[in-house]
């Protein structure tokens, strides 16, 4: 550069602010590059941000996905309706954002059930809506009618059944919420609404994953539904198996205990110059205790017996087994009506069972005086039949088998028959039995019965008592056994 500027090729000027030239050139290419370079840094920290904003919403979509398919197999795996309920509205609001979520189950064509809520105030919370609230058809073919088709579409009303309260009452607004049918197999099964308080909006992820889980979850409250009717159903059965059982070991039992009472009774009377007999025992489908008897003694006196145990079944029959071998026993040992029922008495509070009892009318009858010494021990007034007159006979006595004997607990009484009297004795089944509209036939009824058709040979007066007692009970049920004895006087 010297030797020019000597030669005069170059001015001394150029050669003075060769320098400085070079360096603004080297400090402008550096310039330049620091710019170009903050530019790089500047798209790099975008890009890192775009990039750590997708992996963000990638993990939470990932979280999402995972816990969608842990809560459908929890779902799938569950089977209590309400738990599973309880499950879909929690969940429910964990993946979409939402604080509130109201279910509702399709009970009947009128009915649907609030089976489980988030958020709300359960007092708030019905637990049964009309269905017709829910706008959800139940034909197949006008799904394709239902708001959205099963797909989550906004909803700006309160809860079906819950009602609505301004903000400053309830302490939040509804600012977004979605409505969901829930349809499994082309069939609706129920609805859920959920309801943000904390955002405007719902995003379209969110909507995209709730309406995923929906689907799983209707599926689920069907199957729920299904086991649960499956259950109800194989629980009726078993009950109705059990009842079964029962009623044939009850049945058993009754043509048990039927054939020990059929086996106690007599079939045939002692023939006593005199005096004419005629007896009906019809037994009831609960088999009762009753018992009837002529004891011949001796000849000049026999005894007659009618009773009737307490309870029914079987061990009712065996009680009257017992009871009636009991008073043969001591109708053998003792002329005194007073003495044998005391001794029965006593017997039975050592042999039979507790809680149970026997009412008993016990009677000797003279053939040659016709005086009849009885005892009725709780049992139910002998009525006389007298020309046209119907009588009592009346005495102290309490039943058989309840407490100690004691000489004031029963009185023997005396009464002398005279020819063609007959003496009607009967246990409290032709009292008690019950008309259609819950009326008792009652001993006043069976007095008048009687006493109307007192000209009837013995066999035709007891068939027509019996008739007037069947259309009197007509189609209501028996209850308990009817027993009638009567003695007539020649």
């Not at 400090?27 to 500047?42: F, G, I, K, V, W």
């Amino acid at each position: 550069m010297l030797q020019l500027v000597v030669a005069g090729y170059l001015p001394l000027v150029d050669l003075l602010h060769l320098e400085a030239g070079d360096l603004r050139r080297a400090y402008t290419l550096l310039r330049q590059r620091e710019e170009a370079l903050s530019h790089s840094n500047q798209e790099l920290q975008a890009k890192l941000v775009e990039l750590e904003a997708a992996n963000r919403v990638l993990r939470h979509r990932t979280e999402a996905l995972i816990s969608l398919q842990e809560v459908s197999q929890a779902l799938i795996a569950g089977d209590d309706l309400r738990n599973l309920a309880l499950r879909i509205t929690r969940h429910t609001a964990a993946l979409c954002g939402a604080d509130r979520a109201v279910l509702y189950v399709l009970q009947d064509e009128e009915t649907a059930a609030v089976l489980a809520s988030h958020g709300w105030d359960p007092t708030r919370v019905p637990q049964t809506v009309p269905s017709a609230l829910l706008e959800l058809p139940r034909d197949p073919q006008a799904m394709g009618a239902v708001q959205g088709g099963g797909v989550p579409v906004p909803y700006d009303d309160w809860p079906p059944g819950i009602e609505p309260r301004a903000a400053d009452v309830e302490g939040v607004y509804l600012y977004a919420g979605l409505r969901l049918p829930l349809l499994a197999q082309e069939r609706a099964v129920g609805l859920l609404v959920v309801h943000a308080t904390r955002h405007h909006s719902f995003a379209p992820g969110d909507v995209s994953l709730l309406h995923s889980f929906a689907n799983q979850a209707a599926l689920a409250l069907q199957r729920a539904g299904l086991i649960e009717d499956l259950r109800a159903k194989i629980a009726a059965l078993e009950a109705a198996q059990a009842g079964l059982a029962q009623k044939e070991r009850m049945e058993q039992e009754l043509e048990l205990a039927r054939q020990v009472q059929q086996s106690v009774l007599p079939r045939t009377v002692p023939h006593i110059p005199g005096y004419r007999f005629a007896m009906r025992n019809e037994p009831a489908r609960q088999v009762g205790g009753d018992f009837y008897d002529v004891i011949a003694l001796d000849d000049d006196e026999f005894a007659i017996a009618i009773a009737d145990v307490s309870d029914k079944g079987m061990p009712a029959a065996l009680y009257m087994a017992l009871s009636r071998s009991l008073l043969l026993c001591e109708a053998r040992l003792s002329r005194s009506p007073f003495d044998v029922v005391c001794s029965v008495n006593q017997l039975l509070l050592e042999l039979g069972r507790p809680n149970m009892f026997v009412t008993v009318f016990y009677g000797l009858v003279n053939r040659r005086t016709r005086q009849l010494r009885y005892v009725r021990a709780g049992h139910d007034y002998p009525l006389l039949l007298r020309g046209d007159a119907v009588q009592e006979l009346h005495g102290k006595g309490m039943a058989l088998g309840l407490m100690s004997t004691r000489a004031d607990r029963y009185s023997e009484e005396a009464i002398t028959l005279q020819p063609g009297d007959r003496l009607v004795l009967y246990t409290d089944g032709l009292c008690d039995v019950l008309s259609p509209d819950n009326q008792f036939f009652s001993r006043e009824r069976l007095g008048h019965l009687l006493q109307s058709h007192a000209g009837l040979p013995l066999d035709e007066l007891c068939d027509a008592t019996f008739s007037a007692l069947h259309a009197f009970r007509d189609t209501a049920p028996q209850f308990d056994d009817m027993t009638m004895l009567v003695l007539e006087v020649e």
